[in-house]
């Protein structure tokens, strides 16, 4: 074939180029909407919440040396009853040190949906402004972020938390961080 | 039919002007409210990605035209304003996206795309460029005439 006959099938190549890098739109679980957080990598904004249950203040000084994972929660969301069991399951089983977030939430709800499904959480702070969700770049909850041990933030989980995401996503980055 | 006409302008013209910002939330340095609402323009709302965050209804938009309003009374310039929102949700939230090494293709391509096709353009007519005419022969031009005399 010559040079010029391939030339007309330059367009028809560029036509299933295109089309390749376009299907990935349509890949299942593709979803645009999610956003990158712009914190990863970075430290961990540093806050000061009141504590649920007349608790202790939740600040970022607790995480001291250790690996934490902060999920933001609310007593009116949805989805976060949907991931409850399996935040329930990893800190039954020890597998990850989980501290929580009350995103504008009554405090006596927050109270009532944690009696009803569970408290997977050492230490639960009280966000009713939502500014510290505003520092971590939160959009809505759930929201879970993973912190390592000079205090940065790893891994941020947009949605409800899955098994899925523990096998695939968590158990893997314990292993990167070096869990001991 | 004008009348109609007239109706839906109207309709259309309270659509544009609901803007979600509450009176409560409203500075009353005009000066500093008209920042406030040109930064808020700029700003996309995470929470439905495609309205700014002056038009937005969401709960996040209002917690953060709150913000932008708290942070230029206490003396922020509008880029440090948008930084602190930046710093914290992404480059994503601005409408207009800022020229940087992962923007570069969606600002170039569409001159990159132009250069290809102008290219192309110019080979296809250097080529078909048509010879220089050369005058008919006596033969060529008997035929003419009598190709010419058979249409009449």
Known sequence: ?180 | MTRALAAAAILLGIAHAAFAVEPSEMLANPTLEARAEAIGKQLRCVVCQNETIEESGADLAHDLRVLIRERLTSGDTDAQAIKYVTDRYGTFVLLKPPVEPATYLLWFSPFAILAVGAAGAWFYLRRRKAPPDEPLDLNQRRRLERLLLDDQ
């Not at chain 1, 010559?2 to 299942?28: D, K, T």
């Open chain 1, 1 to 180: 074939m010559s040079w010029r006959r391939a030339a007309y099938l330059l367009p028809l190549i560029a036509f299933v180029a295109l089309a390749i890098y376009l299907s990935h739109g349509l890949a299942p679980g593709y979803n645009p909407e999610l956003l990158p957080s712009a914190l990863i990598d970075k430290p961990a904004p540093s806050f000061d919440l009141a504590g649920l249950k007349g608790e202790a203040r939740l600040t970022n000084r607790a995480f001291a040396d250790e690996i934490v994972f902060v999920n933001f929660f609310a007593s009116w969301c949805v989805p976060c009853r949907e991931e409850s069991p399996v935040l329930m399951d990893l800190s039954r089983r020890n597998v990850i040190v989980l501290y929580g977030v009350d995103y504008k939430d009554k405090p006596a709800d927050a109270e009532k949906f944690l009696q009803q499904y569970g408290d997977p959480y050492r230490r639960i702070g009280v966000d009713e402004s939502g500014r510290t969700a505003i520092d971590f770049g939160v959009y809505g909850v759930p929201e879970t972020y993973a912190i390592d041990r000079t205090g940065r933030i790893r891994w941020r989980h947009v949605g409800p938390l899955t098994s899925d995401v523990v096998t695939k996503e968590i158990l893997p980055l314990l292993q990167e961080l070096g869990a001991s």
